[in-house]
């Protein structure tokens, strides 16, 4: 079944990045805007959630209704707070200012979860902290005072993309890889023990020399991996594909655009995939009838 895309959102300046459905709308990124909009399905209205947002790429919301995104241009996970404030988090890893965070996810306990890559685009400002020698998945957590802490999750990444976890969260699926900057890319996946902690990882799944891998991800209640990926450069062309839990491709299905960058269910019944794009726009289709899996609170 060829999957139908329909623009719902744009054209904005740059891409449209972060994605994610807040049990009442999609919110969405237009990175180089520095807005995150809002997009009602049931009546099709947009309007903005936060301006000024510091180059905010990926967006996550939590099972509390909580907003974070992932600051590119600032270097650090912002907590959007409901009165229209923002609070930072912690951007220090081992005393060390962390690089340019892209994807971002909550689990079911409050855990902020982030890919923290090098950017092709630089942050803001003069250059003052360097870069990590790494690119690693990375994870916050708050203390009992509140106080936010950074840990490293996965220490054999060079250039994570995009994160995704299970519907158990038992296993975190990675996109990683650049290949705007050179690298093979692969869709990832790591066992995580009761605290959270990584196993060794397992290569679900390796693209070409030169083809784009994944930048996005969403889990369907079939715990299949929805993935974004694909330029016109090179390879079989901008895609969203399917993938089984075990790294099996299912389905390809070609995007009408280029750079697919992430993607979420959302609306009613949580049956429409949302997906932000290289051109600026938002778009959404029927996913041939899978359902999504959500976090937030007051989802279907």
Not at 228 to 253: D, M, N
Request: hydrophobic share 35%.
């Amino acid at each position: 079944m060829t999957w139908s895309f329909d623009c719902v959102a744009g054209p904005y300046k740059g891409i449209t990045g972060g994605v994610a459905w807040n049990g009442e709308w999609i919110l969405f990124s237009a990175v180089q805007e520095e807005r995150i909009l809002r997009y009602d399905p049931a009546t099709g209205a947009v309007d903005d959630f936060r301006r000024y947002t510091g180059r905010t790429n990926g967006i996550a919301t939590a099972a509390s209704g909580e907003v974070f995104g992932a600051q590119e241009g600032g270097r650090r996970v912002i907590h959007f707070k409901a009165d229209g404030s923002t609070a930072p988090t912690c951007d220090l890893l081992d005393g060390k200012h962390h690089n340019q965070p892209t994807d971002i996810i909550v689990d079911k306990q409050g855990r902020v979860w982030f890919t923290d890559p090098h950017n092709p685009v630089a942050p803001y400002g003069p250059p003052v902290y360097p870069f990590l020698e790494h690119g690693s998945v990375l994870r916050l957590q708050r203390g009992p005072n509140g106080a936010w802490t950074l840990n490293r999750i996965t220490a054999d990444t060079k250039e994570p993309r995009a994160l995704l976890l299970s519907a158990d969260e038992k296993n975190l699926f990675v996109g990683e890889g650049n290949a705007e900057m050179g690298g093979r890319c692969q869709l990832r996946a790591y066992a995580l023990d009761a605290n959270g902690t990584a196993g060794a990882c397992k290569v679900l799944y390796e693209f070409g020399e030169g083809e784009r891998g994944i930048e996005g991800m969403a889990l369907d209640s079939e715990g299949h991996v929805i993935a974004c990926g694909g330029w016109k450069k090179s390879g079989s062309g901008p895609a969203i594909f399917v993938f089984a839990p075990t790294g099996e491709l299912l389905e390809s299905h070609g995007a009408p655009f280029d750079l697919p960058m992430r993607c979420a269910f959302g609306g009613r019944d949580m049956v429409t995939l949302f997906v932000t794009s290289g051109d600026g726009r938002l778009y959404r289709c029927d996913a041939g009838g899978r359902r999504g899996v959500s976090r937030s609170a007051g989802a279907a």
